[in-house]
């Protein structure tokens, strides 16, 4: 079973916060303009904690690792990987279906649980 993002919101899982379910993980963020603007980043975060005591405001809590040109991306996402995995222990990485980073036995253990959904949902609905 091929999951995407479409298949995802079926069951209300429309972002990397609803596929973590409160587990760690890392996320890009581009670049805004406007009057809101910001730097596109990579975010660790985790459920409602902090992630980064000392993070400024915007931040909300959550340590970045900032992107200011394309060629720094996959540079910036390793460093949040090392990061992350020097602070939480996470051994190996795995990407998911919505573009975030998280523990590979909890994505392989979430992919097995959402395609039980997806199963169960598609036999509510025949």
Known sequence: MNITKNTLRTINI????CFAHGHIFIDYYPAMTGLG??????VV????EKTDL???WYDNGHKTFTVFRREEKAGQLTAAIKWATKKYGIKKWASTPVG???DDGFVTARML????????AQ???K
């Open 54 to 56: 000392n993070a400024a």
């Open 37 to 42: 603007s910001r730097s596109a980043k990579w």
């Open 123 to 125: 036999e509510s609905g």
């Open 113 to 120: 649980e959402i395609k039980r959904m997806l199963t169960a």
């Open 14 to 17: 429309v972002n990397a916060y």
């Open 45 to 48: 975060i985790k459920g409602n």
């Open 100 to 102: 975030s980073w998280m």
